[in-house]
């Protein structure tokens, strides 16, 4: 009788870590959007057969990615301190317990390769591949795409941990609204003679 090797059962994802809280749902879905672009970048870094390139941009879209992930989660450093001692006592502690290096830090350099390193032979293989002529920079851009979304997905699923630990309210969700001054819309109205 042949005995099989028991899988580990499969970590859930951000989302359904989220699911049943809206607003924790919500700042998933935005999350993984601002993820998905830099993937993309990182994607196609990944394949320009320049060694180096790739690890230069990684770090660049991490370095623009993360804090815009703790921001949707309330976690940044600013954002933490705003909060009444206990309510951030219990932030910590969920911290701790994510095991997280990113959340509620300034993001850096030396934070970023530590956090990297988890995916460290992924790159080194996408590095290695550059040299195989086209299919090679395929796999190295496709690596460097996954590469990148698995970091991305880590620390998002980290962020829903900690707020579910440590009961957070989310901070309302950060509209950007293109403004485009003109020479009329910037010149003060003239006062309307029909209300005189």
């Not at 992930?69 to 450093?77: H, S, Y």
């Not at 620390?155 to 829903?160: A, E, N, Q, S």
């Amino acid at each position: 009788m042949k005995i099989l090797p028991t899988r580990k059962p499969k970590e859930p994802d951000a989302l359904q870590l989220a699911e049943g809280h809206p607003a924790l749902e919500q700042a998933v879905l935005r999350s993984r959007k601002l993820l998905r672009k830099r993937a993309i970048v990182a994607g196609v870094a990944g394949a320009i057969p320049l060694p180096g390139l790739d690890w230069a941009v990684d770090a660049a879209m991490l370095a623009r990615l993360l804090p815009k992930v703790n921001a949707e989660f309330g976690l940044t450093p600013g954002q933490i301190d705003k909060l009444d001692s206990k309510e951030k006592e219990r932030v910590q502690k969920a911290i701790a317990m994510a095991g997280s290096v990113i959340i509620g830090r300034v993001v850096t350099r030396d934070l970023i390769l530590r956090f990297a390193r988890a995916v460290g032979l992924r790159l080194t293989t996408a590095q290695a591949s550059k040299y195989v002529p086209f299919a090679g920079q395929l796999i190295s851009g496709a690596l460097g795409y996954a590469a990148l979304r698995y970091l991305g997905e880590q620390h998002i699923r980290d962020c829903v941990k900690v707020v579910k630990a440590a009961p957070l309210a989310l901070p309302a969700p950060n509209r950007r609204v293109a403004l485009s001054y003109s020479r009329t819309q910037a010149a003060p109205a003239a006062p309307d003679s029909s209300a005189i």
